[in-house]
């Protein structure tokens, strides 16, 4: 066990994942000593103290809280590069969200290589990593540039899944455990939509993104109901784009895809995560590689021209070889965009729980050879986001073709337009004029959901009256 021990509550975050991207196989645990001075400490199990990284400020006066946290982030950083002999990445950026500085700056004025210099000397961040985040952020600000002041996405969430991978930290459940709450769960949801709907008058659609759990577990009638709820209470006359993650191939069918299709659903993902049959069993997803091939073969003759595939590199057992065999069966595929990720185990999931931890020391390859792969099919990357305890402190990237580059993505992780966000464990967040962001969160637990969608309602009201 390490113990990283913090002056203040605001060292913590960082120090806390710092320790943790360095040494992803130990347990950690972080807390706090109140202290008039600035320091992270981390001690290992034997009491040796692995790094003290502390900031005196100056007697002469005021150093503002966040240079000195700041400072304490770099000291901590350069003192675990020293003991373990590696970098991370992403330098000492812990935050998700790494592009949002990148269009912060270009929104500033900043040049690529000003930036990209910067987050090199100030951040650590690999030269590689920094013009990653500055080419996607380019991209990003051409797409959201097209977005008109009085736009709004929609989130629906089906919080349902074939059966529930040992990776997933989702609040979803298994379909056979809810297969009787299902009528209630979209009853409730109904209710939550025609609230918005009410609510949003004034705004203009621009994205309906449908995910979860995995939407396709409805069947085609229930899809059918919901779909044709959302065209009856909102407009599509500023409607961008309409993604349905169908997700699991197991749950897709030729019935359901009709629906999607007659609806003017123009989006979809079917996601493999992985070619390789062992690893499909390893991770609990009840399918086989031959199911995907047939899912994508019928979105395509259901006439689907953007198709999204979702993979994970740094999967359980997973060698460099698996990874680019996986990426060769879906070149043979071709879709229209790929989300590569790499593999983040939260304690929330069956793998964190057994306290496994497969993080493969191949991973930086894998997602090398996945961004090459990317390029051959004539995609360049979109999107980027972290996520807590993510292998090796890597990053998830979306790659599209031209024009098949998934907006909502793009909108949930630079945060510039309102996305209200219905279903059991839906955020949504209100953006306001000035940059101010105001969040409102369902219930997580689909029965509380349920019986407490009045409350959801009630809340999702406050938050989008002027
Ligand atoms: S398909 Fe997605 S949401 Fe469903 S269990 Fe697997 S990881 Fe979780």
């Given at each position: 066990m390490i113990r990283v021990v913090c002056s203040k509550e605001t060292y913590v975050y960082n120090g806390y994942h710092m320790v943790k991207a360095f040494y992803p196989h130990e347990e950690a645990a972080s807390c706090v000593e109140e202290k008039a001075s600035h320091y992270i400490s981390v001690y290992f199990e034997d009491g040796s103290a692995a790094a003290v990284a502390k900031e005196e400020v100056p007697g002469d006066g005021v150093v503002e809280a966040r240079e000195l946290k700041y400072r304490i982030d770099c000291l901590l950083y350069k003192k675990l590069v020293s003991r373990t002999g590696r970098s991370l990445a992403w330098g000492i950026l812990m935050g998700v969200r790494p592009t949002k500085i990148a269009m912060a700056e270009m929104e500033g004025g900043a040049v690529k290589e000003d930036f990209t210099a910067r987050f090199v000397q100030d951040y650590f961040v690999s030269r590689e990593k920094a013009e990653l985040a500055w080419q996607i952020a380019e991209r990003e600000k051409r797409l959201l540039d097209r977005l008109d002041k009085r736009g709004i996405s929609l989130y629906i969430g089906?919080?349902?899944?074939?059966s529930v991978c040992t990776y997933c930290s989702f609040s979803s459940g298994a379909l056979a455990d809810w297969k009787d709450r299902v009528e209630d769960y979209i009853d409730a949801l109904l209710r939550e939509l025609a609230a918005i709907a009410r609510a949003a008058v004034k705004w203009r659609l621009n994205t309906i993104y449908i995910g979860g759990g995995t939407p396709t577990t409805l069947s085609a009638a229930q899809m059918e109901r919901l779909l044709s709820f959302l065209d009856e209470k909102f407009s599509k006359e500023h409607l961008l784009e309409y993604t349905v993650e169908a997700g699991r191939p197991d749950s897709i069918t030729p019935e359901k895809l009709s629906v999607l299709k007659a609806h003017g659903v123009t989006r979809i993902s079917i996601n493999p995560q992985s070619m390789q049959q062992k690893t499909l069993d390893v991770i609990g997803r009840l399918h086989t590689p031959e199911d995907i091939r047939t899912a994508y073969r019928m979105a395509r003759e259901a006439g689907f021209d953007n198709i999204n595939m979702d993979l994970i590199a740094g999967l359980p057992k997973e060698t460099e070889e698996d990874m680019r065999d996986t990426l060769s069966q879906i070149e043979r595929l071709a879709p229209d965009s790929i989300t590569v990720h790499s593999l983040a185990v939260k304690r929330a999931a069956r793998m964190g729980q057994k306290k496994e931890y497969p993080m493969s020391p191949q991973i930086g390859q894998m997602i090398r050879d996945a961004a090459d792969c990317a390029k051959r099919m004539g995609m360049s990357p979109y999107y980027l986001y972290r996520q807590k305890n993510i292998s090796g402190n890597f990053e998830n990237v979306g790659y599209a073709k031209v024009d098949k580059a998934g907006l909502y993505n793009i909108l949930i992780m630079e945060e510039k337009q309102t996305i209200v966000a219905c279903g059991a464990g839906s955020i949504s967040k209100r953006v306001y004029p000035d940059g101010r962001i105001e969040r409102c969160e369902n219930v997580k637990d689909i029965a509380s959901f349920i019986e407490r969608i009045d409350e959801m309602i009630e809340r999702k009201r406050k938050l989008l009256e002027d």
């Open positions: 089906i919080p349902f899944c074939p």
